[in-house]
DNA sequence: CGAACAATTGAACCGATTCAAGATGCGTGG
DNA sequence: CCACGCATCTTGAATCGGTTCAATTGTTCG
């Protein structure tokens, strides 16, 4: 079932005021005016449903989003046609800043459930990071993160390695926003997670099972329960910086 | 022969204030005193010879860097003791910055051929960049365009396209400083291509046996040529953001 | 219930790796 | 200046992980 789906209902997430993105103020920002500003210039979105987009590629840049509930996805589309996903978003995180090189989005970003967002106005946030240096820290902070999460994908690991490391990623970042680490929806399909992490859907489906024989985890559907923590971790190998 | 490293030795990157460091002002700055502040903070380094560390994995974050000539790789080293190479970093561009969200470096940054730097404190960076809009900009900018190369490696790509695309990489990464997009010096062993591209020196050795024989391009030892450019993009398939 | 789509399972296939050998280039010392 | 030795690069043949193709089962929803 939806087990996190009712966690991201919690009131944590229901008032913007309170959405990720004031996060960029912490851990150590006390000044409140900074703070109110911020606020201020976080706006709530409508809700979204499965498969609806947020913006798509080639778009003028203008806008970053903080996930408030639900998932949503970034994908991209060579001249062949091939779509490649190039992250999934879970509550309290933010999409969207890889368009800031090129001034427009170089991805499309699509609800994969029932979701909502808060937005802020890149330039609004950087006159703001200007003005607080937390904010700029956090922000510069942010992308670095993303930086190492896009180089631990393109390290050369084997099926089993890359599943196994996209499972980890689920659980800890899930356990950071206060959701259960052991008990994840996949409310992606089987075919998203196999093109996020270049393989096909069939060995996806095989690692899964095998996984599950092994006693290593749990899975019906979108229901997946972690049985063996340490196992998996020792099948991902460099989990995080690497 | 050294046809890069020769260029390397221009005088434009003679003088530490005219190394590349300086670009984050631009192209907009027209503030003359923030840009003499800029100047103040960077500092050049000792020459490097080949195959000597600047940083290594897990030393505290301090400092960013700029390559003045020659050209440096960054390594990270996995639990089982493979080494895995980050990045190639040529004239003009900067490395140490994935460094930010842990505070610590991640990789070990070493140069390849006898190269120079540029170094500035990261704190330093971060103070001007608050008063400096400009400079505040470039900088994420630059993380932005990071997180692109990184997702554009991690995309499934046959061997052939991964080489081609690293290949035209090279070439409007040094067309873009002003070296020539069409005859590069390929310093680092094929070991270390490989290595970089995910795959087999093998790999690597018969490809550019096949791309000569294509009439794409000519490569004897070091010395590369590319003949037929839209051929090889042709092959890169998305070459840029994708 | 039945149609449409998603996931699973099995068998053939293919690209790239691995292993093993040979060729080439390069520095060193005679 | 040539001969030697070491390291890198190249080349060929066997092997393997993962894909592709095809068929089956399972799930969702009108």
Same mark, same amino acid.
């Given at each position: 079932?939806?087990?996190?789906?009712?966690?991201?209902?919690?009131?944590?997430?229901?008032?913007?005021?309170?959405? @990720? *993105? #004031?996060?960029?103020?912490?851990?150590?920002?006390? !000044?409140?005016?900074?703070?109110?500003?911020? /606020? /201020?210039?976080?706006?709530? @979105?409508?809700?979204?449903? !499965?498969?609806?987009?947020? =913006?798509?590629?080639?778009?003028?840049?203008?806008?970053?989003? &903080?996930?408030? @509930?639900? $998932?949503?996805?970034?994908?991209?589309?060579?001249?062949?046609?091939?779509?490649?996903?190039?992250?999934?978003? *879970?509550?309290?995180?933010?999409?969207? *800043? !890889?368009?800031? =090189?090129?001034?427009? =989005?170089?991805?499309?970003?699509?609800?994969?459930?029932?979701? @909502?967002?808060?937005?802020?106005?890149?330039?609004?946030?950087?006159?703001?990071?200007?003005?607080?240096?937390?904010?700029?820290?956090?922000?510069?902070?942010? $992308?670095?993160?993303?930086?190492?999460?896009?180089?631990?994908?393109?390290?050369?690991?084997?099926?089993?390695?890359?599943?196994?490391?996209?499972?980890?990623?689920?659980?800890?970042? =899930?356990?950071?926003?206060?959701?259960?680490?052991? #008990?994840?929806?996949?409310? $992606?399909?089987?075919?998203?997670?196999?093109?996020?992490?270049?393989? &096909?859907?069939?060995?996806?489906? #095989?690692?899964?099972?095998?996984?599950?024989?092994?006693?290593?985890?749990?899975?019906?559907?979108? !229901?997946?329960?972690?049985?063996? $923590?340490?196992? *998996?971790?020792?099948?991902?190998?460099?989990?995080?910086?690497?």
């Amino acid at each position: 079932m939806a087990v996190n789906q009712s966690r991201a209902a919690a009131p944590y997430f229901l008032k913007c005021s309170q959405c @990720s *993105l #004031r996060k960029l103020c912490l851990p150590d920002s006390i !000044d409140s005016e900074g703070l109110a500003q911020l /606020e /201020e210039a976080i706006e709530p @979105s409508a809700p979204y449903h !499965d498969n609806q987009i947020v =913006y798509e590629a080639e778009q003028c840049f203008d806008k970053i989003y &903080a996930v408030k @509930s639900g $998932m949503f996805k970034t994908v991209t589309v060579d001249p062949e046609g091939n779509e490649h996903i190039v992250g999934f978003h *879970l509550p309290g995180e933010l999409f969207g *800043l !890889d368009a800031i =090189y090129p001034g427009k =989005y170089i991805s499309t970003a699509i609800s994969i459930s029932t979701s @909502s967002l808060c937005e802020i106005h890149y330039s609004d946030l950087e006159s703001l990071a200007a003005k607080l240096p937390s904010i700029q820290h956090q922000l510069l902070s942010l $992308m670095s993160k993303e930086v190492h999460a896009s180089n631990a994908l393109s390290m050369d690991q084997t099926a089993e390695q890359k599943l196994a490391t996209f499972l980890l990623s689920l659980s800890s970042r =899930y356990k950071q926003r206060d959701y259960s680490e052991s #008990r994840i929806n996949l409310i $992606m399909p089987r075919r998203d997670i196999a093109n996020y992490l270049n393989m &096909a859907p069939e060995t996806v489906s #095989r690692l899964f099972k095998r996984f599950q024989k092994e006693g290593i985890l749990d899975i019906k559907r979108t !229901d997946l329960t972690i049985t063996d $923590m340490r196992a *998996l971790t020792a099948l991902g190998g460099c989990t995080g910086a690497c």
